[in-house]
């Protein structure tokens, strides 16, 4: 049979739709999932990526992979999902930092962080805590605000680096209570502590899993949670609202995301398995273990989450005139 030209050029946008149905109809997964995780080795999002990845493997048939991809606080790991392959074999283990926190600060950031993922849900939540080390005077919240405003030289506060959520909360903390504090940025959550615990630096909002074995051992004091109400991992803690600063208020949330353009029936299948997995009672008392609550929503309402948390941060950090060094 011969085609005219006008058939055969509209035979073209059939065969390409065919081509993507076919293409988002092959069983997938057909090979390993990296999960990459965008920070070190121990770190929070890692202890929590690692259970979540072995129930998943699982439940897929292929083995979930957790990659470390560290550096530029959570920047280096989220560009390369954004750049790879959407077909549902790459993963990010996402966090606010590098998703809602950091963005605002940057404007050669490599990926826009609502346009560059499909997100797929929220796994996990957790408020900070503001640590001191034990032996420090201030008992309570109350003391070391007025300590802080009594000093002659200002208290200092460590973080993970600049627009880490170690660093926004103590600004935000410093804001809310009228006080002067000096940020000390180090390279990573774990010498940041470290130098609270050996008293080099006076606090620390620490992300709840990362302080929780040190406040249960006693070598660290918490003084407040992030949050209108206690934490259930720290119920001896108090919460923000309870020492008068209401709107103090930073969840640190974990969740996968996608590169943009995967298929959607590749997003459905990683919905209904990651929703599923966290409903499993071990890996939901690992993460309770690990001071982290286990937190899903839709993709649509985790999209939403994050055009709300960057807008909220984005007016922070413009007000309180925070910039890269």
């Known amino acids: 049979m011969r085609l005219t030209r006008r058939h055969a050029l509209g035979v073209v946008p059939l065969l390409a739709a065919s081509g993507r149905a076919y293409a988002q109809a092959q069983p ?3 090979r390993p999932v990296r999960l990459v995780v965008p920070f070190p080795p ?3 999002a890692d202890v929590l990526a690692r259970p979540l990845a072995q129930i998943l493997t699982d439940r897929l048939g292929q083995p979930v992979v957790v990659e470390n991809r560290g550096g530029a606080a959570g920047t280096i790991g989220a560009a390369f999902v954004a750049k790879a392959a959407p077909d549902g074999h790459t993963l990010l283990f996402g966090t606010a930092n590098e998703l809602t926190m950091t963005p605002p600060l940057r404007s050669d950031l490599p990926y826009d962080p609502l346009t560059a ?3 797929v849900t929220p796994v996990g939540a957790f408020p900070n805590v503001l640590v001191v080390r034990t032996a420090h005077p201030a008992q309570d919240a109350a003391a070391l605000i007025a300590l802080a405003k009594a000093s002659r030289e200002p208290l200092t506060y460590a973080s993970s680096g600049i627009g880490s959520t170690n660093h926004l ?3 935000m903390f410093a804001e809310m209570a009228g006080l002067k504090l000096n940020h000390i940025p180090y390279n990573g959550g774990g010498p940041a502590l470290n130098d609270v615990l050996a008293g080099n630096v006076d ?3 620490a992300t709840q ?4 074995g040190l406040l249960r051992g006693g070598a660290l004091r918490g003084l407040l949670v992030t949050d209108r109400r206690r934490s259930p991992a720290l119920p001896d803690v108090p ?4 020492v008068g600063l209401t709107d103090l208020l930073v969840s640190t949330w974990n969740g996968v995301l996608a590169p943009a353009g ?3 029936p590749v997003i459905q299948r990683l919905h209904q398995e990651i929703t599923t997995a966290l409903t499993i009672p071990s890996l939901r008392e690992h993460y309770a273990a690990a001071g982290a609550q286990e937190a899903s929503s839709t993709p649509a309402e985790f999209l939403a989450l994050i055009r709300d948390d960057l807008r909220r941060w984005g007016e922070f950090i413009r007000r309180a005139g925070i910039r890269l060094e």
């Open 203 to 205: 606090m620390l909002f």
């Open 117 to 119: 993922f499909a997100p």
């Open 239 to 242: 919460s923000a609202a309870e």
């Open 169 to 171: 909360s103590g600004a």
């Open 209 to 212: 899993p990362s302080a929780m």
């Open 262 to 264: 995967t298929p959607e």
């Open 28 to 30: 997938w997964p057909t």
């Open 42 to 44: 121990g770190g929070v």
